[in-house]
């Protein structure tokens, strides 16, 4: 139940940053934006299906943090012909370093 919890817990944080970094002038445009929203879209999506039963005994505080991260997810709008802006040179965070793909990496550690 803990890793679920904190799986959902994870959602939330993540529907937060990019939210935020949708309007973000380099990584609202980014290949790894658009990339890892859909990605996590669809992890959201994943999660809830194949814990549905345990979703339903969670407490209101963590149900609220699953709304409130389906609610964000699901109006981010993906840019169009998105373009990687590292490969592209407008990026000048150092190697290695993306804000999205730093809060995805997050997951794999849960």
Do not use: W
């Not at 990019?18 to 879209?41: H, M, S, W, Y």
């Not at 709008?77 to 990026?91: F, I, S, W, Y």
Request: aromatic share 4%; glycine share 4%.
């Amino acid at each position: 139940m803990s890793q679920l919890i904190n799986r959902i817990r994870y959602y939330h944080y993540v529907s937060h940053v990019l939210e935020g970094q949708q309007t973000d002038p380099l990584c609202g445009v980014c290949k790894a934006f658009a990339n890892t929203t859909a990605r996590i879209q669809e992890g959201l999506a994943e999660l809830e299906c194949s814990q549905a039963a345990e979703i339903k005994a969670l407490p209101a505080d963590v149900l609220h943090l699953l709304n409130e991260a389906r609610s964000k997810l699901a109006v981010i709008k993906l840019p169009k012909d998105a373009v990687g802006q590292k490969k592209a040179r407008n990026c000048k965070m150092p190697e290695g370093v993306c804000f999205i793909k730093i809060s995805k990496a997050i997951l794999e550690n849960i």
